[in-house]
């Protein structure tokens, strides 16, 4: 048996308040095609979105209909947002396609473009929606909160139901 002295201990760090950086993992969307978009999986899809107070993220199946058009409006609001803390991502659905799903992503809504603070989802845009715009809403997203909880705004609605 080895004595206490002998054993690896790993180094302790101290935490100096910032996140690690994220982007050491990332490589850019192979569809999407420019270096500020960054490919996003089931593994590092979290991470990434609570490392940034906003964060666009564009999901997509290359064979849909208006794929292209949604991703030449993302490309450019990409290419023109230089915001610290701001961020585009974009998910594959053909090849992740239970992170869409818990996304609240499926494929009658692709593409879609999906707002996020702080790692929470602020709301949901769907393919039409132009460059401008992207970069406004990323502008006006709320800050991020730390330790708070956030409540969902959507109430369940009974469909048939007779008042009596």
Not at 98 to 113: E, I, R, S, W
Not at 153 to 164: A, I, S, Y
């Amino acid at each position: 048996m080895l004595k206490a002295s002998a054993r690896y201990r790993p180094k302790k760090t101290e935490y100096t308040g910032k996140d690690p950086p994220i982007v050491a993992t990332t490589t850019p969307d192979p569809y999407v095609g420019i270096p500020e978009v960054i490919a996003l999986n089931d593994r590092m899809f979290d991470n990434f979105i609570r490392g940034k107070d906003a964060t666009m993220v564009f999901f997509y199946k290359k064979t849909k209909e208006n794929s292209e058009t949604a991703k030449n409006s993302f490309i450019k609001a990409a290419q023109e947002t230089r915001r610290e803390g701001h961020a585009y991502g974009a998910v594959d659905c053909a090849e992740n396609r239970l992170l869409c799903m818990k996304q609240g992503v499926y494929d009658v809504t692709l593409p879609a473009f999906k707002l996020y603070s702080g790692g929470h989802a602020i709301n949901m845009y769907d393919y039409n929606m132009r460059a401008e715009d992207m970069k406004k809403f990323m502008d006006l997203a709320p800050p991020p909160v730390p330790n708070r909880v956030y409540k969902s705004v959507c109430t369940f609605v009974g469909v048939g139901r007779q008042k009596k």
